[in-house]
C-alpha cells in the first residue's frame, strides 16, 4: 500500500534568554533545513549600521536594552514571512516576545515547533559580558571560551571587535528582565499548543543540535 505523506513545513520559533546559544543554534538549524532565519533583532542593527530612519529609532531604544514598539516589529515580521521563501517554513530568532507579537505569528503562519534553550543566570552574564562582535563581518567570539587569535581583532577578516551596545550591563539587565516578564509567559502558551520543546542551553552546541534534530524528526518536520 502506498501511503500519502503530505509533508509538514517546519515552522520554528527559538527562544530563550540572552547568551543561551540562541544565535549559533538558529544559524546551524536554519542552514540545515533550507529555512529562512529570520532575526527581529539583527534586522534592527542592519537599519542601526545603514543609519536609516528605522535605525536613528532602533539605536535609542535598543542600547538602553528596551524593547522596539509591536506595531513596528510585528509589521516587519509580516513583510518577512510573506516572502516567497518563508512559505516552505521559517524559524524565527527573538520574536515573538510578547503575546502580541504571538497572536500576530499565529495569524501569519501558525508555528509548529518551538525551541527553548534555558541557562542559568550566572552562566549567562558570563556569557554576555565576555561576548564581541566583529563590527565588519559580525562575526561572534568570546574572551574566554572563543577568543579571536589576535587579542580584539577578528580572525575572518582583520577588522577590530566590539562590544555590543545592549551586552552593556545596564542593558543587560534590562533585556533579561524584560525577557522574565514578557517573554516567559510565552512557555505556558507553547506548552498547552503541544509544540513546546526545553534544551540545555548550558551544555555543547552540537550536543543540543542532536537532540533539537532528534526531536524535529519525531514531529515529522524534516
Ligand atoms: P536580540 O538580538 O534578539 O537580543 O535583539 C536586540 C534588540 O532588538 C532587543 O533588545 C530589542 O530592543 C530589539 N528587538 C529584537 N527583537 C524584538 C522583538 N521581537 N520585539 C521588540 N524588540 C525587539
Do not use: W
Request: hydrophobic content about 35%.
Amino acid at each position: 500500500m502506498i501511503k500519502n505523506r503530505i509533508k509538514i513545513y517546519p515552522k520554528i520559533i527559538i527562544m530563550g534568554p540572552q547568551g543561551s546559544g540562541k544565535g549559533t543554534q538558529a544559524e546551524l538549524i536554519a542552514k540545515k533545513l533550507s529555512v529562512p532565519k529570520i532575526a527581529t533583532g539583527e534586522i534592527y542593527r542592519e537599519n542601526i549600521r545603514r543609519k536609516t530612519k528605522l535605525g536613528a529609532m532602533a539605536a535609542r531604544i535598543i542600547n538602553k536594552g528596551n524593547l522596539m514598539p509591536n506595531e513596528i516589529t510585528n509589521g516587519i515580521m509580516t513583510k518577512e514571512l510573506k516572502k516567497p521563501d518563508a512559505k516552505k517554513g521559517y524559524l524565527v530568532d527573538g520574536y515573538p516576545r510578547n503575546i502580541e507579537q504571538a497572536e500576530c505569528l499565529e495569524k501569519i503562519a501558525m508555528p509548529n515547533f518551538v525551541i527553548f534553550l534555558g541557562a542559568r543566570m550566572p552562566i549567562i552574564i558570563q556569557r554576555i559580558s565576555k561576548r564581541r562582535e566583529c563590527g565588519n563581518c559580525k562575526a561572534i567570539y568570546h574572551l574566554i571560551n572563543r577568543p579571536p587569535k589576535k587579542s580584539e581583532i577578528c580572525d575572518k577578516c582583520g577588522n577590530e571587535l566590539v562590544q555590543r551596545e545592549d551586552d552593556k550591563s545596564a542593558a543587560i539587565k534590562r533585556r533579561l528582565q524584560i525577557f522574565q516578564t514578557q517573554t516567559k509567559p510565552l512557555i505556558a502558551r507553547y506548552k498547552k499548543m503541544g509544540i513546546f520543546h526545553s534544551y540545555d542551553g548550558e551544555k555543547p552546541i552540537l550536543f543540543v543540535q542532536k537532540q533539537i534534530f532528534r526531536d524535529l524528526k519525531k514531529e515529522e518536520l524534516i
